[in-house]
């Protein structure tokens, strides 16, 4: 069975001090960094863009994993592989159509990543699973940092993970919302192999100690 990863989300970090909490993640037991892109429109709130991304991946010694919560995502893909993301992830809701996106992504030689809203079924994923690397399946509703982490994602990694098994396809389960060191054994024991975390990261007095804890409760 491989590790389970933790992925420390950069929304939580002290954008003040972002060269710091890089080289924090960089000396931690953290395996990715977790960069969520924000448009305004798709969520209601707009975060970061290219420029910022640019400067934490000059910094950044760990797989890149890039959350678009953007309208239209097909007219960045090659802006954001040529900023050094290693996994690209899209919002199923966004895309008209996704098997031509994934194509994109992996064409820029990127991971493919498929991000679900809370209101969205697994089962929409039955004729595509097989072109994703990473179903990110959002705990909060897409937006923000710091909401309460929804009940409902557990039956829904279950039946990602049966979905997954019955298509013999690869695809790594990511949770995205609300994690803490409170549902991070049941989300693994569901099926999660990535668990993204921000506030509880981030908010903690001892963020390195935070991350090794949740790491290996992940890996318990
Ligand atoms: C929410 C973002 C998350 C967010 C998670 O739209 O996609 O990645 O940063 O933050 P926490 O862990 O604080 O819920
Ligand atoms: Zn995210």
Known sequence: MSSKLIAPSIL???FANL???IEMVNNSDADWFHIDI???????NISFGMPVLKAIAKHANKTIDVHLMIIDPDRYIKTFANLGSDVLTVHYEACTHLHRTLQAIKTEGMKTGVALNPHTNISLLEDTINDIDLVCIMSVNPGFGGQNFIENTYN???QLKELITRKGATTQIEIDGGVTNKNAK???DAGADVLVAGSYIFKSTNQQETIKNLRAIANS
């Open 12 to 14: 939580a970090a002290d």
């Open 19 to 21: 060269q710091r909490d």
């Open 38 to 44: 924000m448009d305004g429109v798709f969520v209601p």
């Open 156 to 158: 829904k990694v279950k």
């Open 186 to 188: 049941q989300l693994v």
